[in-house]
């Protein structure tokens, strides 16, 4: 019998500070579980002994989103994952989620975490993983590394999941701007058809109040503009807001909008 404290779902908690920005990055799964600055939050938390609510700050590899029934095909065979979303036959969000990292590197404001893919059902080619958070007193920097560990070639897809807030102002007092041009239908969370360009209710570029939102889409053609380098989406406040930034590979982005997100109602994720 041990007298050790027990562990939380989400492992060990690593803290990382420059200035008054601070970020609570977790062991299970390299998530993002809090991000502050000037002791304002910027992303929804979570209690410490849960699982993080509705996927909250997850790290999403090899695969964001939903796979249909767990089959995709690989050098002409037909792959099986795990069935993680039961109630709909899917496989979601990928590998890594409760997933142990080791850490491969820590300073006072950044960690670099990694781990490693096995071979497994619906899997073929093992991965290492590598998640760098970094903090500075303009924001959090995010460096994903993946590296094929197999000798043949592997598609994989990489995103994160965190609910976007702008400190204590209520999500419904917020603006939505996305930096996406095509909007994808979906049924059940899988696309329904093809990608066609945003319209009307669709169109984010030039911002929607949040209030009344129902969202849980996907969003694509989103590149940076007027000759900068980045993909930028913002949630907007009355008085400031948050900027959430990605490499023009990220071209692809998902919105949900859940109204009973654990100790916050109204969220949304981006």
């Known amino acids: 019998m041990s007298s050790a404290a027990p562990l939380p779902p989400t492992g060990e908690q690593f803290r990382i500070s420059a200035g008054d920005v601070d970020a609570v990055v977790t062991e299970v799964g390299a998530g993002l579980r809090s991000f502050t600055a000037a002791g304002l939050p910027y992303v929804e938390t979570f209690d410490l002994d849960v699982r993080p609510p509705q996927g909250s700050g997850t ?9 249909a029934g767990g089959r995709w095909s ?7 994952l795990a069935l993680t979303e039961p109630a709909r036959g899917n496989a979601i969000h990928g590998l890594v989620r409760f997933t142990f990292f080791d850490v491969v590197e820590r300073t006072e404001d950044a960690i670099t975490l990694g781990a490693r893919i096995a071979v497994q059902s619906g899997w073929p080619v093992p991965l290492a993983v590598r998640v760098r958070y970094a903090v500075a007193p303009a924001g959090l920097a995010v460096t994903y590394t993946v ?3 197999g000798a043949d070639a592997v598609p994989f897809g990489i995103g994160a999941h965190p609910y976007l ?5 209520a999500t419904d007092e917020c603006t939505l ?17 093809p990608a066609h360009p945003v319209t009307g209710d669709d169109d984010f570029r030039h911002g929607r109040p949040v209030k009344d939102l129902e969202l849980d889409n996907a969003f694509g053609g989103c590149a940076p503009a007027n000759g900068d ?7 907007l406040g009355p008085a400031g807001g948050l900027e959430l930034w990605a490499e023009p590979a990220f071209g692809w982005v998902q919105v949900f909008t859940p109204d009973d997100h654990p100790g916050r109602g109204r969220a949304i994720a981006v």
């Open 59 to 67: 790290l999403l590899v090899p695969w964001p989103n939903r796979t």
């Open 74 to 80: 690989w050098d002409g065979a037909t792959q099986q």
């Open 147 to 149: 590296e094929n560990l």
């Open 165 to 169: 807030r702008v400190g204590e102002i």
């Open 177 to 193: 701007v996305l930096a996406a041009s095509t909007a994808l239908p979906l049924d059940g969370g899988l696309p329904a058809g």
């Open 229 to 235: 380098h980045l993909v930028r989406h913002r949630l």
